[in-house]
């Protein structure tokens, strides 16, 4: 059973155009929500992350979007560019799990000059 | 600051055979993570090292793969005998240990591919 689900799975946006991508999570126990960008040949990386006591974080052009009560968060790239395409990946994490992170599918998203 | 490397990039082998995969951490880092992505799936948590010692792991698959971490340091992942299904990205991740959001840093991964 998978915990956390990603969608949508690739993503084509132009440049100067808002990425979306949404994830929803079973566990009502997860305490950590971040989200890792991976570019090709390289690991992810991690972009931005927020706790469930708030419902937004912004860090330049990419801001988490957190519903508790729907348990979703989605991520929010303004402004997208062509640097931007990579592929990323939601996660959430239990902090009793020894900090384990539990993975979204991942979406490729590729910006158009 | 060195990152979290991995060894081989790439690794091609014959179903049976033994495949052994070596992470090193970031110097100091007590946590180290392995996790594993199949066919454009998602990133699956295998276990757990706090220093030497396995904290964690349930995610292993079976009793065919072996991890182990050395004096606490590098950490290495054996698949004995592989199978098919064993294809995937291996990624190992570190970070600092104690309480807190600590992030984890990830290697480039290991691409493995059983045939």
């Known amino acids: 059973q998978q915990q956390v689900k990603q969608s949508p799975q690739s993503l084509i946006v132009q440049k100067g155009g808002i990425s979306i991508i949404n994830c929803a999570y079973e566990?009502?126990?997860?305490?950590?929500f971040p989200w890792y960008q991976q570019f090709p040949g390289k690991g992810p990386a991690l972009l931005i992350a927020?706790?469930?006591?708030?419902s937004e974080k912004k860090e330049g052009r990419f801001t988490i979007s957190f519903n508790k009560s729907a348990k979703q968060f989605s991520l929010h790239i303004m402004d997208s560019q062509p640097g931007d395409s990579a592929t990323y990946f939601c996660?959430?994490?239990?902090?009793?799990?020894?900090?384990?992170?539990?993975f979204g599918e991942g979406t490729q998203l590729t910006v158009n000059p | 600051e060195a990152g979290v490397t991995q060894f081989p990039s790439h690794s091609v082998i014959e179903k049976g055979q033994t495949v052994t995969l070596r992470c090193d951490p970031i110097?100091?880092?007590?946590?180290l993570y392995w996790y594993r992505r199949v066919m454009g799936k998602e990133i699956k948590f295998l276990l757990h090292?706090?220093?030497?010692?396995?904290?964690?792991e349930s995610g292993m698959p079976n009793n065919r793969f072996l991890a182990e971490r050395t004096g606490g340091t590098y950490s290495t992942l054996k698949v004995q005998p592989a199978e098919l299904e064993d294809s995937g990205v291996y990624f190992c991740?570190?970070?600092?240990?104690?309480?807190?959001?600590?992030?984890?840093?990830f290697g480039p991964g290991t691409r493995l591919t059983v045939t």
């Open positions: 991740a570190s970070s600092v240990g104690g309480q807190g959001d600590h992030e984890q840093y």
């Open positions: 566990n009502t126990a997860f305490d950590y």
């Open positions: 927020i706790r469930p006591d708030v």
């Open positions: 996660a959430a994490r239990l902090e009793t799990s020894g900090s384990r992170l539990t």
């Open positions: 110097s100091g880092h007590d946590n």
């Open positions: 090292f706090v220093k030497e010692s396995k904290q964690d």
